[in-house]
């Protein structure tokens, strides 16, 4: 059974930077993409980053690119999101989700086949 289990939000004042992790279990991944989505109250959830677990090629959403950055670590078998100089307009809940194959629709969440059951970050301003 998959699972994947993000940590690491909390509450921090505009400016400051944030690490989420995902811890993934119950398969192999090497040929998946790891996603990080969020969703802020009265909102659609939205694509943030993600990356192919093989090679770590990386996408990112305009709105974080520059400032946010995915990696994996395959011994661990967990994806980070490190979060810096963040926004009040980055609060949101952030999930980390799973998807065969890295391709063009990386960014749509309607391709991933696991989710995590989100981590609340915050940003005061």
């Known amino acids: 059974q998959v699972q994947l289990v993000e940590s690491g939000g909390g509450l921090v004042q505009a400016g400051g930077s944030l690490r989420l992790s995902c811890a993934a279990s119950?398969?192999?991944?090497?040929?998946?993409?790891m996603g990080w989505f969020r969703q802020a109250p009265g909102k659609e959830r939205e694509f943030v980053a993600a990356?192919?677990?093989?090679?770590?090629?990386?996408a990112y959403a305009d709105s974080v690119k520059g400032r946010f950055i995915i990696s994996r670590d395959n011994a661990k078998n967990t994806v980070y999101l490190q979060m810096n100089t963040l926004k009040p307009e980055d609060t949101a809940v952030y999930y980390c989700?799973?998807?065969?194959?890295?391709?063009?629709?990386?960014?749509?969440?309607?391709?991933?086949?696991?989710w995590g059951q989100g981590t609340q970050v915050t940003v005061s301003s």
């Open positions: 989700a799973a998807r065969k194959y890295f391709t063009s629709d990386v960014v749509s969440r309607d391709g991933y086949d696991y």
């Open positions: 119950g398969r192999t991944f090497s040929s998946y993409a």
């Open positions: 990356i192919r677990w093989s090679d770590g090629s990386t």
